[in-house]
């Protein structure tokens, strides 16, 4: 897929990311493009700019922000869950996501 070829972005928000993080080039003399570290930057001030990322609820009220925890883990069970990830392309986070909520859905006392 070339440049003129990219998805509708009205439509498929995966085959668009997929474009842009795959196929999609960026002209060499390119005075507004952003590559690497620059890139990073000025996408972090756009997501602050409109308030954060979209919340994970799709039932959050807009600018709500998905509450973040951290969690230390040992070195063999991080590796373990950075295989599951690439095994299933997805991201760690997606996979944590699934691994916690399966664990409480098991644990709760409503289940």
């Known amino acids: ?3 003129t070829d990219k998805p509708d972005a009205g439509t ?5 990311s997929d474009w842009a993080e ?17 890139a990073g930057a000025a996408g972090r001030a756009l997501l602050d700019r ?6 994970l609820d799709p039932d959050a009220e807009p600018g709500t922000e998905s509450p973040v925890r951290q969690v230390r883990l040992p070195v ?19 996979v944590l996501r699934d691994a916690v909520a399966e664990y409480a859905d098991a644990h709760s006392m409503n289940a």
């Open 50 to 55: 409109v308030a954060g990322r979209p919340s």
């Open 76 to 94: 063999r069970l991080d590796a373990r869950i950075d295989a599951i990830a690439a095994q299933q392309g997805r991201s760690r986070s997606a």
């Open 22 to 38: 795959n196929e999609m080039t960026l002209p060499a003399a390119s005075k507004t493009a952003k590559r690497g570290r620059d």
């Open 1 to 3: 897929m070339s440049n």
């Open 12 to 16: 498929d928000y995966d085959a668009l």
